[in-house]
């Protein structure tokens, strides 16, 4: 019989079983736990694991690695750890939504006990899915200085992962990213001040369990200043117990107290805490027993980082990292190899006396706690039937639209050049370093005014960067993006010296904005950035970033974001230049101004009717609202006999727009007033 109705077993007071302090609740962090529902929570619990045996109830503590885009025999053995092992949980990795929920539900439908199903999704479920959503990474987050967004930001990912059949959200990273040579952290973290990264971290777990996903804080006892990623080796983070408590640890003991359901123990080797210089605090009883839960008296669920990394990988078989992990006070043993054999190991150890059966009993009745409170007690299967629609919906859009606006962030604007101004005195020409990479920012550039294209790759020779120098040499403004950085240190930041010093002799013979769409580190590469008019950190290379970067520089939108790291000696954390208000029409999304963007469908109608019936050759229709335009599109060609289409950038002659702008509206409002007839002719209404 499946665990997933509430029923009670008299041998539930037979256990000797820890108190409720130890459980993970049911409600989010704010709100206090009833103690009615509580009881529910704790009997179910108690039933659940008192029927349970002691091997299953040690296969409960194990999260196995499953995927969605692997052969029949990857499923097949996921499946057997599922039915044989009893397996407690999934953490899914690379796939497709639809794939994943229908392999969820045959996985659920093996369990005697409902999985508890995690993932990898810091910022959101396009980090491991295709044809779903992707939000900023936490860094351009802390760019945007708003923690209510962050918090509707959380919100709208939890939504998509409870209708994934996801549980359990491992995020957000609360590591303090004080180190530009983090090659694994970076912009994964919300930046360097721990204030801000607490504030925000507290906003992400809000949005998480508010809307019944469990929120997990990572990577304790703290990633952030490390030079190696532990992906690949054991990093060591070299600071006194001083120091960690004051920085690295100081977000943990913030959230902890806020009421974070738990904690991601990472591979780390931090000797001021753990002696064995070998030994992971992922598997230091020291750091997990002594620090985080007697010290900091956390009682939620404690995972470790994932198993096969080789911060721990290449230093204990299998077997033994499984119960070292276990041993030094982790509940859920994350992406472990060797499954069943450990399973083994681990029951000799207590059927021997070894290991005290009452440790099991602890760690399993929390995570079996954790699936109540996930609402698996009542388990449904995922349904698939609009999943794509439900999981890209236009609102999620409008959130990463304005986390990316304010995000954006000038860190230089000499004599307040930004927004460019006195468009006809200027001949622009816009460099796309990274070939095809910056369409996006090149067609918004284009809707504000003429420019000219020219692109190079980075790691171009010397000479065809020299070529191209004579070759800029008509125009007096260059906006130059950088569309090929890299957030590796070890790559330079995708900065290379011929660019750089390319970029450096283009600043100082003209007019250069430089626009670097990627890391603000990158900023450090370049030479006397303060030679150029203006510096511009847009933090990744998305659509939306290209877009809305593309309007700050012309005016319409204005910058407010502030860097979350120091970039380089002349941008420290938190500096960010505020340029003017608006100065020009603004383009967003119809949702962006509060317009249903199906209801616009109407007017393609008309307008694609319009040139069926010959009303028009062409047409290009463009409705705006409040400064902002919220349509524009084209249709048709310029004449009946062109073979070229309308675009979105071909200039009208002004007679021909003031017919529209001036006569149709006044002839509407004529018509409204009932003082004209659209059947009659102009002689039925005499002067």
């Known amino acids: 019989m499946r665990h997933i109705g509430y029923f009670l077993l008299a041998a539930t007071a037979a256990l000797a079983l820890p108190s409720s302090s130890n459980a993970v609740g049911l409600k989010n962090c704010h709100s206090g736990n009833g103690s009615a529902e509580k009881k529910i929570q704790e009997t179910w619990a108690d039933s659940v694991l008192s029927s349970l045996t002691l091997r299953e109830r040690i296969g409960q503590l194990f999260m196995v690695a499953a995927y969605s885009n692997r052969d029949d025999m990857h499923v097949r053995e996921i499946a057997d750890l599922v039915r044989k092992e009893g397996v407690g949980g999934l953490i899914f990795f690379q796939g497709g939504p639809v794939r994943q929920a229908n392999l969820t539900n045959y996985y659920q439908s093996l369990a005697e006990v409902p999985l508890l199903v995690g993932m990898d999704a810091e910022w959101g479920l396009g980090m491991r899915l295709d044809s779903t959503f992707s939000y900023p990474r936490q860094m351009m987050l802390g760019a945007a200085q708003d923690s209510a967004l962050v918090y509707e930001m959380a919100a709208d990912i939890a939504r998509q992962l409870k209708r994934m059949g996801v549980h359990i959200n491992f995020a957000p990273v609360v590591d303090i990213n004080s180190n530009p040579q983090n090659p694994v952290i970076n912009t994964r973290s919300f930046g360097e001040n721990v204030n801000l990264v607490s504030r925000y971290g507290k906003a992400y777990v809000s949005g998480l369990q508010d809307n019944g996903v469990m929120a997990c804080a990572k990577h304790f006892p703290g990633h952030g200043d490390t030079f190696e990623d532990s992906h690949f080796s054991l990093p060591k983070v070299p600071h006194s117990k001083q120091q960690l408590d004051s920085v690295e640890l100081y977000p943990f003991k913030q959230l902890i107290s806020y009421g974070v359901q738990s904690i991601m123990v990472g591979h780390l080797r931090v000797p001021a805490m753990e002696n064995d210089t070998l030994l992971a605090s992922s598997l230091s009883p020291a750091i997990i027993s002594g620090n985080l839960i007697s010290e900091m008296g956390f009682k939620g669920l404690i995972f470790t980082d994932a198993l096969n990394m080789k911060g721990v990988a290449d230093y204990f078989s299998p077997e033994d990292i499984n119960l070292k992990a276990l041993l030094a006070g982790n509940d859920v043993l994350l992406f472990p190899s060797e499954v069943s054999r450990s399973i083994d190991k681990i029951e000799k150890m207590v059927r021997r006396g070894q290991i005290p059966e009452e440790v099991i009993n602890i760690k399993c009745r929390k995570v079996l706690m954790a699936k109540y409170a996930a609402g698996l007690s009542s388990y449904k299967p995922i349904e698939v039937l609009n999943l794509y629609s439900d999981l890209n919906r236009v609102s999620s859009e409008v959130i990463r639209r304005k986390i990316i606006s304010l995000a954006l962030t000038v860190v230089h604007n000499n004599n307040s050049f930004i927004p460019v101004k006195r468009l006809d005195t200027l001949r622009i020409a816009y460099l796309e370093i990274g070939c095809n990479r910056g369409d996006a920012f090149r067609e918004q550039l284009e809707l504000y005014t003429a420019i000219h294209t020219f692109s190079i790759d980075p790691s171009s020779p010397a ?61 450090s590469k370049f030479y006397n950035p303060e030679s150029f008019r203006a510096i511009i950190v847009s933090y990744d290379n998305s659509f939306d970033a290209q877009n809305l970067s593309a309007q700050l520089i012309f005016g319409g939108r204005f910058a407010t974001g502030r860097l979350p790291v120091t970039a380089s000696a002349w941008y420290p954390a938190g500096y960010g230049v505020t340029t003017i208000n608006p100065i020009r029409l603004g383009y967003a999304l119809p949702e962006e101004v509060g317009i249903n963007s199906l209801l616009l469908k109407e007017v393609d109608s008309l307008a694609n009717s319009a040139i069926e019936l010959a009303v028009a050759p062409g047409m290009q229709i463009l409705a705006a609202k409040d400064g902002v335009v919220f349509y524009h599109k084209s249709f048709g060609k310029p004449t009946y006999l062109s073979s070229d289409s309308v675009d979105v950038r071909m200039l009208y002659d002004v007679a021909s727009v003031t017919k529209v702008v001036a006569t149709v509206p006044s002839v509407m409002r004529l018509y409204d007033e009932q003082a004209l007839e659209l059947d009659n002719n102009l002689g039925a209404y005499p002067i």
């Not at 130059?480 to 240190?489: E, L, P």
């Not at 900065?495 to 670097?516: C, E, G, K």
């Open 463 to 523: 000479e065809e960067f020299d070529s191209l120098l004579n070759i800029l040499e008509p125009y007096n403004l260059v906006i130059a993006g950088y569309h090929a950085t890299d957030s590796r240190f070890s790559m330079n930041y995708g900065v290379t010296n011929q660019a750089a010093n390319f970029l450096f002799d283009l600043a100082f013979s003209r007019a250069v904005v430089l626009d670097i769409f990627g890391s603000p580190y990158a900023i």
